[in-house]
């Protein structure tokens, strides 16, 4: 006689991680419920100070209102999900011999996926959903929808992942709390500690400044990579810490997490992209040093130069540069012999060329040419104070690499300056929200913008200014302070990502009472070219310093 | 596989402490193995090697013929482990911490659970955070019994303990070990308890184990003899190796004869002509307090136990 025997079969895998992931949910409901609970609060209330917040909020015109509430509430949301991460952890710790589910027929391996999968759940599936429904209600397209997710990904990861690893280390909430403000406090410390030591020893403190706090926190290389690799390593970390899991050894998993994080440092960056054949000759064939000047002995004594490092101040020349065309020049070692001394520096330059004003000046019905005149711009870099001293009033010869990345700006539409008018262009959008005196001349308009996340690196972006269809007076604008129209935007940023693509700006509007009433907003938008290096030798060059109380610029 | 655990020269260390030192042991199938020994001795440590808590430094352990370093979900399917020190999540009801186990265990058994909860009246409603100690080793108990183990790891299951949840407890693991043939290791410092339940002992004395054998065996050669000395006998200077805790006082001589038997008997009188000598059975508990102090490390001044 057969006899049919029930053979019992444990759970798979993938049914364990599901089980496991349920039972997360329901363990830590009141957790799960506070953290998407704070993602609809964050929703509700940018939808409600895009839309419905009142233009002017107590005696003041609302501007950013909602801004700086965001912001805030993305640092609630940020603390949420560290400590929400932390307990999570905690309560089923790798090498814990008192933990419950190490006795229980649970894969290791399985565990730590089903964390991983809860924080998925809780820090990106539900966030994304959030974000989906107002990107669509924005009409924005599938394929920023789906930028924007990854970005939800990659910025959770950022913080889950180490939040998930020190939890590891610290074992119980309160020493969590104490070592991640060691840690941070820590770094901020230390990296302020290697600004000066590299300004002392090398002068290039420079460098490390321009990499910046965030720069060495960027572990998952976002700034220098982008999205898809920030990703990848986002990935690999966590799969560092599943591995954690199986073989419970901290070294091990120390090791791993420092070579990934020495590769994703080291890695080089993409190269920028060339600049166009005719710009690169023109470039470096007329990029050129009129001359270098240094405070004064008593400016450097009286403060304003004794604090370290001295600016040397630097005229460059670019004659020649299409009207439409401005080149920002960085730099890269800049260093300067006279005799035996050798003064080095780094130092960014910002910006030759009519650029954006010259775009807007064009756009006018009468165009004003611009003039011929402002290529020459003086900036500076840093050289150690004894070198400073020394080089004053001496012929010295620079040497440089200098790394020009050069814009074209380009005047892609006009919006009357008044509340309900909109101009959307790919996949950015103003409207204007409303336009009243604050004290008078100057004006400020409420605008609302709208960039829909995408992956790609920033290539454009846009600047505003205001003008008149009669011309009168005809308002040009050049950098500093006395630009008529802030601009919106003066740089390509990741500004828009994940959660973050809609804003209300202020956008003030100096000697607006002069305009007609059909004042118009020009919208100009200005688009990464490329960029050239050149390497520059100038002998010859007379280190000039203004007598004692002069200005150096 | 004639043992649900073996051991071959087991060591674990935590930092540079030995807690196990060179430990080969055998727990047979079917057996109820009381692991025994002074605190400190190794018990628990040995323990959590066993169930794949701690790695061993040195040496192997073999639960179930598994590696315990490979230790698997499905051979952990096959094991129930008790604990006081182990976690429960503090903030699940018990039927919700018996619901979230039941699934993982493919002969989950859950008449047999029932059974036990009412046994040990467990309300399903309760929260963990709220039981008495002994009402959560009593929710372990019913964790670790319910998917019918073939072995169970039981470390201090009835320490400080009512005896009246004591008795439940070793009610239930008794019934169930000896119904369905379920091998159980276990520790403990309840004498009477472990001499009630178990059939085989190993005794560890500072990560050493210095007595492995059955039960029977064990208090068949163990025997507290006591000695009053003939006039003018003396107490013989050289004594056997089998004789613990020798002590005089006055006329009377009393030790420990740890290999009883027809030679051990002819030794003794051999040892004290025309003196009267009696030999009484001992329990479990006073052949620990015999073991323990005759294996202590007395040597080791300001050591005390």
Redesign the interface.
Known sequence: MNAIVAI????TMAA?IV?LVR?EL??FRWLALLSVALEIARAVFIEWAMHLAPPVIGEQFGGAFGTNEVALLDEVLWLATVLVTAVLVQ?DLPSD????W??????PV?LALAKLTTFVLLFVVAPAAINMGRLVAYGAPLHAVGAATLQLAVGAGSSVVPAWGLAIVTRTLLRFAIGGVAVLVGSQFAFRAALYWAEVWSGRGGSLAAVGMRGVLDWQGLGVHGWWFAAGVTAAAAGILTWHYEHRRTARSTAAAAALFVVSWLLPGPRDVSAPPALARLVAERLDVASLTLPSARQIASGQGASFPVPVGIHLELPGLPGDVSAAVTLRHPTLRAGGIVAVGDGSLCCLGNGEAGAFASALPRPRPTDDRPQIHRQGFPIAAKDADALRERTVTLEADAEVALRRHRWIGTIPLRPGAAFRSGSQSLEVLAYEPTLEPTYVALVRYTEFPTLARPESWWVLFAGDLANTPSVLSNWGPSTPATALTNRPSRWASGRRWVGRFHVVVEGAAQLGPKAQIYVVEARALGAVRVPITRPGLRVSAPGNGASAR | MDYAIETEALTCRYGRKCAVDQLTMHVPVGSIYALLGPNGAGKTTTLKTLMNLRPPAIGTARVLGVDSRSLGPADLARIGYVSENQRIPSNLTIGEVEAFCRPWYPTWDAALATELRDRFGLDPRARIKALSRGTRLKVQCLLALAPRPRLLILDEPFSGLDPVVRDDLTTGVLSLADRDGWSVLLTSHEMDDVERLADHVGFLNDGRLVVEEPMAALLGRFRRVEVALADGAAVPAQRPSSWLGFAVEGRAVRYVESQAGPAAEAAWHAAFPGATIEASRMSLREVFVALTRSTAPAAVPGRSR
């Open positions: 019992a079969v444990p759970p364990g089980r039972f329901w363990r309560a011999d008192h933990a419950f190490r006795t229980r027929p649970i894969a399985g």
